[in-house]
């Protein structure tokens, strides 16, 4: 079961573990989500005919732009938290979720009251013409008098997440998801608002979901409030981490804007309203690239805060090969049940085929698509803009956009439906020969991908990592293993000792009172030598259980014995109950 390495006997079970369990939470609650979406398509193409569903397709950039602000805020305060809680600096958590609000308020009020200003204006620079502007106008108006409820729902999504209670944004997901699609139909066939409607539905329902999450304030269990800014460059910090996961949706709404028109111009009405289908199918199977990409994104900032090269490297390998387990099936049915799909969003003879060439197509897409988005995410959690910003440019824009130009004029619609897995792959292969540039040698292993900067464990000079299951007996050789690394490291051989004569006390705590089954259980611990001293970590599976509580009081009973050693040689002891698992933190 476990891996060695130099100075590690570890596994990945609770890196695997609490990837699956936000992994599959994410991937129901943004299907969830984008089935909403997917809804508005379905009612716009059985009631408001084919010019409804070129309208809807002609305005999803605004929507995707209004998602990238939302991504701006969201996923750089939740990166930028993250960090501090791997980096045990909690204090500054609510700071930068209070900035991350603020800034996401200001950024809802601008957009939502110049809107009566420009929604017209912008229709037509989107390709709208005659009857398609006021359509696209109508839309368009009713999307951006929620701006406020979609980033919202956005950040609070992100942070509930990262407060250990990613249930409520399930809860939250599926009641929006239910009174968008009440209310669509509503609109649309009683209230008969057109495609207005179907705007200002979906704007409600995102703010029902995020009232839902605004609960999470007055649970036992929360950590999040406002604060003080005492850092206004805080701010600064939240844009520019989530600016590359952000730019991904600004490119991906600058291609949405290519190859609208490269079908416009191929094909009119009738290959704007497959590619329409196509993207409208997409949001949903998107779901499962973002899912995996958001969860890997969550891990990795807290992982890089704690500088854990080994979990980043565990995490990135999961990612990849959890993603393709998902990914692969669902493009096999997509592309087997092509026909069925298409037909689900009206019965015109003369897009249908079309459509189902196209989805076929762009199914082939889906694997390279999710490698992609889960390098986005883990290079975005780690603050290498660089890598995050080129893989966001290329395959969420030039790549694709350029194959479709390009391509079309060729070989006709066809060339538009090949560009978007020809993007993805050509996009993998220039991440490659990039890093081959960055480190002058090919990447063969997952480390090779890694590129983390160079003050990454600049302070730490050497550790020691080990992973025990939840049995008295491993328990009980924890103390022979750290006593064996001493003549390595003569230098800590104070601190490795005190070390070695607590942990048993400690681990064994865990293992007694944490786990409540007798299912397998691991606990990891990593012991850092650094110049100032050593770090000791205990990560565990178990209940949340606090071992600093628990010795609270002033008896000191045999369980208790480890901790009162340590109160009285550690410099610091921090406890925090995170993505699931127990992390104990002790400085020497």
Not at 184 to 207: E, N, Q
Not at 329 to 336: E, G, H, K, N, Q
Not at 470 to 479: I, Y
Request: hydrophobic share 50%.
């Amino acid at each position: 079961m476990c891996v060695i390495i130099k100075n590690t006997l570890t596994n990945n079970y609770l890196i695997l573990k609490s990837f699956k369990s936000y992994l599959f939470l994410s991937i129901i609650g943004l299907i969830s989500a984008t089935l909403g979406i997917v809804v508005d398509g379905l009612v716009i193409g059985n009631f408001l005919g084919n010019d409804g569903m070129v309208a809807y397709g002609l305005v999803s950039p605004v929507f995707i732009l209004i998602l990238a602000f939302a991504t701006v805020f969201g996923n750089g305060g939740t990166i930028l938290s993250s960090n501090y809680i791997g980096r045990e600096e909690r204090e500054k958590v609510n700071s930068s979720f209070t900035m991350a609000c603020l800034i996401g308020l200001i950024t809802s009020i601008v957009i939502t009251a110049f809107s009566p200003f420009y929604v017209d204006y912008l229709s037509v620079l989107l390709g709208a013409t005659g009857a398609l502007t006021r359509m696209a106008s109508d839309f368009m108006f009713g999307l951006i008098l929620g701006t406020i409820s979609l980033i919202f729902s956005q950040i609070l999504f992100l942070y509930t997440r990262l407060d250990n209670n990613p249930n409520l944004g399930l809860i939250s997901i599926i009641i929006t998801t239910v009174f968008n699609i009440t209310l669509d139909i509503l609109f649309v066939t009683v209230l008969h608002l057109g495609i207005f409607g179907i705007g200002i539905a979906t704007s409600i329902s995102y703010g029902l979901g995020a009232l839902v999450l605004c609960t999470h304030f007055f649970t036992k269990n929360n950590t999040l409030y406002f604060s003080k800014i005492h850092d206004f460059n805080q701010a600064i910090d939240i844009i520019k981490i989530g600016l590359p996961t952000a730019l991904n949706r600004v490119f991906t709404m600058a291609r949405t804007i290519v190859t609208n028109n490269v079908a416009l111009w191929v094909g009119g009405v009738i290959v704007m309203g497959a590619l329409t289908i196509q993207s409208s199918i997409n949001q949903l199977l998107s779901a499962v690239a973002m899912g995996v990409g958001m969860t890997t994104m969550l891990l990795g900032g807290i992982f890089y805060g704690e500088e854990d090269r080994r979990s980043l490297a565990d995490l990135l390998k999961i990612s990849i090969k959890w993603g393709l387990y998902i990914i692969v099936p669902i493009s096999v049915f997509v592309i087997v049940f092509a026909p069925f799909l298409v037909g689900l969003f009206g019965k015109n003879p003369e897009v249908l085929p079309t459509a189902t060439v196209s989805l076929r197509l762009f199914a082939l897409s889906l694997p390279p698509s999710l490698i992609g988005v889960v390098f986005l995410n883990f290079y975005s959690s780690i603050n290498n803009t660089t890598m995050a910003n080129y893989i966001g440019f290329a395959h969420s824009f030039l790549l694709i956009s350029l194959f479709a130009v390009v391509l079309t004029p060729i070989i006709g619609d066809t060339g538009l439906w090949l560009c978007f897995f020809l993007g993805e792959t050509f996009t993998l292969i220039g991440l490659i020969i990039l890093i081959r540039t960055k480190t002058g040698r090919w990447p063969r292993k997952i480390n090779d991908f890694l590129i983390l900067d160079d003050s990454f464990e600049k302070n730490i000079k050497n550790s020691i990592s080990i992973s025990i299951g939840n049995d008295m007996d491993q328990v009980m050789e924890l103390s022979n293993k750290i006593y064996s690394f001493i003549d390595k490291y003569p230098q800590y051989e104070d601190k490795l000792k005190k070390i070695a004569l607590c942990v048993e006390e400690m681990a064994g705590n865990i293992v007694e009172h944490g786990f409540e089954s007798s299912k397998q259980h691991y606990i990891d611990i990593r012991i850092l030598l650094t110049e100032g001293g050593v770090i000791f970590r205990i990560r565990d599976d178990g209940k949340p259980f606090n071992p600093i509580e628990y010795g609270n009081d002033m008896s000191i009973s045999k369980n208790k014995l480890g901790i009162s050693i340590v109160r009285k040689i550690a410099k610091d002891i921090s406890y925090r109950n995170t993505i699931g698992l127990n992390n104990l933190t002790i400085v020497l």
